[in-house]
């Protein structure tokens, strides 16, 4: 059996300053502390059942793993079934809250985690006079930058059974990003074309595009307006309204809201020109070349860092400052 991924679900950063983190996460962009252990710091935006953001002090910053949730134990054991199959080595872990975690690498270098069952927390959506700074809403997904964009995009396809939404592809037909999901929602899992594996970005989802604003004001207010470096304005590619920040050590977290739903079965997927600016931003807005160029590193499964890989597809898309 196909294990049934139900959705993105949480993400362990290493951070080397937890004090300075917490104040970035927790202080200003107003995530919730759920737990808070020996140097680690578990987080969750209000809409958040579940922890979805670990901090982990460490001596270099980067990502230990990020992880999914599926639906039944049973797809737990469908999922280390199919790693067997593939020669993919793997081990069960437990983490707080979480006592069984499957963790390996991706064929394509990316330390992953899944797991089934969770501890359930008070939710918090509408305790509203518990919401605090720029107001995140809820997980929404993550971005890995590849250089096999279409390698790892057909692995997750063909044995998680993600869906397309979105790609972006050249004059020769080679895709240089690709966007697919398990929710219904435009992505749960970006791929985007650079040297990696490293994550791109971790993104939160919004309640409103004032919120996105607000966080604007609050960075600037702060004195911290070198932490933006992309938007606020509109992506072509999912229509999603963005900001792009970076957190004290480097880690680019995305503010997201208003994509829109990819549940009907005859969903089409939207083909998007390498050359067409559009789809970076609707408004026209140059990114910054950081933006393409920079990304957090990612943790071996055995140790050490993943060694990020150059691919074929060389160059930045056009429109870049
Ligand atoms: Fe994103």
Redesign the pocket.
């Given at each position: 059996m196909q294990p049934n991924i139900v959705r993105i679900a949480h993400g362990v950063f290493y951070v080397t300053d937890l004090e300075r983190s917490r104040r970035f996460y927790v202080d200003l962009l107003g995530l919730n502390v759920l737990h808070e252990t020996g140097g680690a710091l578990y987080l969750r935006a209000n809409e958040d059942r579940e922890w979805t953001l670990k901090l982990e002090l460490a001596p270099e910053a980067g990502v230990k793993h990020l992880a999914y949730r599926v639906g039944t134990p049973a797809d737990l054991d469908a999922l280390a079934e199919l790693l067997d199959s593939q020669g993919l080595p793997h081990r069960w872990e437990t983490e707080v809250d979480r006592p069984r975690l499957l963790r390996f690498q991706d064929p394509h270098g990316v330390p992953v985690a899944f797991y089934a069952e969770s501890v359930k927390h008070r939710w918090l959506l509408q305790d509203y006079h518990l919401h605090r700074g720029a107001g995140l809403q809820r997980i929404d997904?993550i971005?890995v930058m590849t250089p096999d964009v279409e390698g790892v995009m057909r692995w997750y396809m063909d044995h998680l059974g993600f869906r397309l939404s979105e790609y972006t592809e050249d004059e020769h037909g080679r895709v240089w990003a690709a966007w697919i999901q398990r929710r219904g929602s435009v992505h749960d899992l970006?791929l985007t074309n650079g040297a990696g594996p490293r994550l791109h970005?971790f993104?939160y989802w919004m309640p409103d595009m004032q919120s996105i604003i607000r966080t604007c004001d609050i960075l600037a207010g702060a004195r911290m307006p070198d932490h933006i470096e992309r938007g606020p304005g509109r992506h072509g590619v999912?229509n999603?309204f963005?900001l792009y920040i970076r957190d004290p050590d480097g880690h680019r977290i995305?503010l997201?809201t208003s994509d829109y739903v990819t549940v009907d079965p005859d969903f089409e997927p939207i083909r998007w020109s390498l050359d067409d600016p559009r789809r970076q931003t609707l408004w026209g807005a140059r990114t910054p070349r950081s933006w393409f160029e920079e990304g957090s590193l990612l943790e071996a499964f055995g140790g050490g860092w993943v060694t990020p890989q150059e691919g074929e597809l060389r160059g930045l898309p056009v429109h870049v400052i």
């Open positions: 997904h971005n970006a970005h993104a999912s999603a963005f995305e997201y």
